[in-house]
């Protein structure tokens, strides 16, 4: 066994302190075996895995992230030794705040100095803006951790613009490490400053004196020479004259430089023009990019882009602006009318769906896109059951074993990639692996209902979810944030509640109505036949393809189910299901009843030692295969009701014992093969309606007691009317021969002579009955006592009416009488019962009573010697255990 390696250590890092983004190296020990290994770092409680590039067992490089803490241990952990420790810690270093006069190799957002520049209210002027170093020294910044400063000098700041501020921290921040002489240096700067400041714009005035002085006097001769000339307005004035010499001046200014000028104004035309396309270059370039990224696919790119133009151009009266913008707009308009193609094509992904949706939705398209791909995905849906039915209908029409799906079947079924949901919960497909010649051994029913069923769930929870994610609105809102479009999207939704529950049970309805007119074509009405039915060539299937359909429209309710679709909506499948569960039953039954109507004709009459023939246990066989096929179709599952299962048993044993019934009245059938089908009847009572019994309670079916008690009436039934026939057939010749063998040779009862032993039609009688146990006990032994009990009791009966039916007795008469009756009821004593027993002593009491003893002596000596020369003979009718002896 392998040892656990022992947990990450961290024992060091370069450099041990440094701003975000730094990077760094870790040692250590057992810091993983390899980069699969590594699940984990954190550097100050920050997660630095992604940046983490593993180096061996002992080092470690990374970039640390912009963490909260500002010291904290480096964690590492690995999947071999779990969560590590540390014995360093690494200080994480806040950046330095950068200046807006401040060079700087990245961007500075200036967006903290915007309000001082902006800001009319507060008089600031933009030479008021802090210079970069406004004490004029080297700036020498401390170590001090921003933290620390901001604890020692809470509400107080360090920019010298700020209303908070606090020269303290300004120099603890700036110019820690300054020396005295420098601070100095630095004060001297600032009064210098503040000295500039005050005298401000005097100082410009003293400079500039003369220069004032020289306009002045300017001014005041100009003012003398225009008084001396009088009113302006006089003609030949001086600023008359001035003027026009200042026309033709221009004049021929103009003449001397025209060209000149034509060219400057040309030039600042096109630099106009090459500044406004520079500046406006987004938009003319907007309809050749639009183009370009519509070719490549990128319509996020193209739709950011539109948005832009709209906000700034979409109100524009600038004419060329006007004319591009136009142009941006047809495009967008052949953007529209393409993303509306791609999203009723067919078939397509629900993710594809729902983006081409978010397109047309955020390009403002017309109409409702999310309602014309639902109504085309339903259109396809209804398409696709159909055409899979006609594909079979055409292929059965040509070649009953053609294999139709021309994919093959090596793609992954519908129903077995649901072995979720639904199946769903079975851990396995719905599925079970089939042969390579599956398709050629399959009923072309029992493959259309699987092909339909792929079809169906293979498409409608995309369907479902479709409508679902209009329904709350997540089409346009992953994360659920509330929008103009989310809203409309439900409001559209709302309105059209009603339509859609109509397409999802046209959906379901078109998949119920052609399982119907594949297996059910006579549930349907004559009028949809023709379209949904067709199957003429078909074969009737057995119960076991049943079931297997059986098993198939069940997965298919389960994945319905499971998409919460109501249960109003699936009642029709349920329906559905009840009617194939009984047609299956029916159909089991039928052939169960078939093949145990032939178990007569397999009849061979060979009993074993039992009593028995071979066709109790060919029943039993029967009727154990119709159960298990009768197994899923009496499953109930959520939502089904029970099927009656009990008449159908019942059936199926009433026709066995019909079998026997019919075997019992055939014209060869004699007296032993009565007792055959007697020991049958035995054998089904005692044992095989119990295995039955046992069987059914395996299989958990309802109403055994009522199975096993109605079977045992009929079988006992039947028992009764072989037993009745039997009897009839064997007591009636030994009881008939009796008043014959009496008074045979004129024998009466008032005038015979002393007896000298019993006669000898009570031996043949007795012969008959011994006769009738050898064919009994060569049977079954069991049924000796049951037949010799009621031949005798029918012996008894006759010898009782017949003795009472004698007028007078005499002596001998009596004596003879006594001695037949004696002897008949001392030998078959065994089998009598309680009516036997009654007819016997009225019989005796019938005759005159025996006082003299000498008579008495010769009755016992004459029994004697009858039963001891018969002993052989009348051995059969002792109790024993012999078993039967086998034909």
């Not at 066994?1 to 250590?9: D, E, F, G, K």
């Not at 180096?55 to 470690?60: L, R, V």
């Not at 049943?546 to 919460?564: F, G, P």
């Amino acid at each position: 066994m392998s040892r656990a390696r022992q947990p990450p250590l961290v024992t060091g890092i370069s450099p041990k302190e440094g701003a975000a983004w730094t990077k760094v190296t870790i040692r250590g020990e057992n810091l993983g075996t390899g980069p699969a290994d590594l699940i984990g770092l954190s550097i100050c409680g920050h997660n630095c895995l992604l940046t983490a590039e593993w180096m061996s067992a002992s080092k470690i490089v990374c970039r640390v992230g912009p963490a909260k803490d500002d010291k904290g241990e480096i964690i590492v952990t690995t999947k071999s030794g779990g969560l590590g420790t540390s014995t360093v810690s690494f200080k994480l270093l806040r950046p330095e705040r950068i200046g807006i006069l401040d060079q700087s190799a990245v961007w500075v957002d200036e967006m903290n100095y915007y309000d001082m520049r902006t800001d009319r209210n507060k008089g600031i002027s933009p030479l008021s803006l802090r210079p970069s170093n406004p004490l004029g020294i080297e700036i020498d910044k401390g170590k001090l951790p921003q933290k620390d400063i901001e604890l020692t000098f809470p509400g107080m700041s360090g920019d010298f613009t700020s209303e908070n501020f606090s020269a303290t921290w300004y120099l603890i921040e700036n110019h820690m490490g300054s020396s005295f002489e420098q601070l100095k240096i630095a004060a001297n700067n600032l009064k210098k400053q503040a000295t500039k400041k005050n005298e401000g714009s005097l100082a410009y005035v003293k400079g500039g004196l003369s220069t004032f002085f020289e306009a002045q006097d300017a001014l005041a001769a100009i003012h003398q020479r225009l008084e001396s000339d009088g009113t302006e307005r006089v003609e030949g004035s001086m600023t008359q004259r001035l003027e026009n010499i200042l026309n033709r001046a221009s004049d021929t200014a103009d003449t001397l430089f025209q060209e000149v000028l034509g060219r400057k104004d040309k030039a600042d035309s096109t630099r106009n023009a090459l500044n406004v396309l520079q500046r406006f270059k987004f938009l003319f370039n907007l309809p050749l990019n639009i183009e370009r990224n519509i070719q490549k696919g990128d319509y996020d790119v193209v739709i950011n882009d539109y948005e832009k133009a709209k906000s700034l151009f979409g109100n524009t009266e600038v004419p060329v602006f006007k004319k591009v913008y136009v142009e941006v707009e047809m495009r967008i308009g052949a953007l529209r009318s393409l993303l509306l193609e791609k999203l009723l094509q067919t078939p397509s992904t629900l993710h594809d769906q729902k983006r081409y949706i978010r397109y047309l939705s955020d390009l403002h398209a017309p109409g409702d896109p999310a309602w014309q791909c639902i109504y085309a995905q339903h259109k396809w849906i209804l398409q696709l059951m159909q055409n899979c039915r006609d594909e079979f209908i055409n292929g059965q029409r040509g070649d009953t074993h053609t294999p139709l799906d021309q994919e093959g079947d090596t793609r992954p079924s519908a129903l077995g990639r649901l072995s979720h949901t639904a199946s769903l919960k079975r851990g396995g497909s719905l599925r079970t692996p089939r042969p390579s010649t599956w398709r050629f051994e399959t009923p072309q029913q029992v493959q259309f209902v699987e092909k339909l069923s792929d079809v169906v769930i293979g498409q409608l929870p995309n369907f479902w979810k479709l409508w679902i994610s209009y329904v709350n609105g997540s089409l346009f809102s992953e994360t659920g944030e509330k929008s103009g479009q989310v809203e409309k999207s439900k409001k559209n939704a709302r309105q059209r509640q009603n339509d859609f529950k109509k397409m999802i049970e046209e959906m379901i309805n078109r998949l119920v109505k052609l399982v119907r007119g594949a297996l059910l074509p006579t549930t349907l009405p004559q009028g949809e036949l023709s379209f949904y039915g067709g199957w003429e060539n078909k074969t009737e299937l057995t119960g076991a393809w049943l079931t297997q359909v059986i098993h198939t429209v069940r997965a298919c309710h389960e994945a319905l189910s499971a998409l919460e679709i109501p249960n109003d909506l699936q009642q029709v499948i349920q329906d559905l299901l009840l009617e194939l569960r009984v047609h299956c039953l029916m159909v089991s039954l039928l052939h169960t009843t078939e093949d145990v109507k032939r178990l007569a004709e397999k009849e061979d009459w060979v009993v074993d030692n039992e009593g028995i023939t071979s066709l109790p246990s060919q029943f039993e066989q029967c009727m154990v295969q119709m159960l298990q096929s009768f197994k899923e179709p009496l499953e109930i599952k959520p939502g089904e009701i029970n099927v009656r299962e009990n008449i159908m048993f019942m059936c199926s044993t009433q026709v066995f014992i019909n079998c026997l019934e019919q075997l019992s009245t055939k014209s060869d059938v004699d007296e032993q093969r009565l007792l055959i089908i007697l020991s049958n009847c035995q054998y089904l009572e005692r044992r095989t309606f119990l295995n039955l019994a046992n069987h059914f309670e395996k299989h958990s079916l309802t109403g055994t007691e009522k199975i096993t008690r109605v079977s045992l009436d009929a079988v006992r039934e039947l028992d009764r009317k072989l037993f009745e026939a039997y009897i009839e057939r064997r007591a009636d010749p030994i009881s008939g021969s009796l008043e014959p063998g009496i008074y045979a040779g004129y024998f009466e009862w008032r005038d015979c002579q002393t007896p000298t032993g019993v006669r000898n039609y009570l031996k043949e009688a007795l012969v008959s009955i011994i006769t009738v146990h050898a064919e009994v006990f060569t049977v079954s032994k069991d049924l000796v006592p049951r037949v010799l009990s009621q031949i005798v009791e029918s012996v008894a009966d006759e010898m009782c009416r017949l003795m009472q039916c004698v007028s007078s007795f005499s002596k001998n008469g009596a004596l003879q009488a006594r001695l037949e009756l004696c002897a008949l009821r001392d030998v078959v004593a065994t089998y009598l019962n309680s009516e036997s027993s009654a007819s016997f002593n009225l019989a005796l009491d019938a005759l005159p009573q025996l006082h003299n003893g000498a008579d008495k002596k010769l009755l016992e000596e004459l029994l004697n010697t009858f039963k001891s020369s018969m002993q052989l003979q009348l051995t059969c009718f002792q109790p024993c255990c012999i078993q039967p002896v086998k034909r």
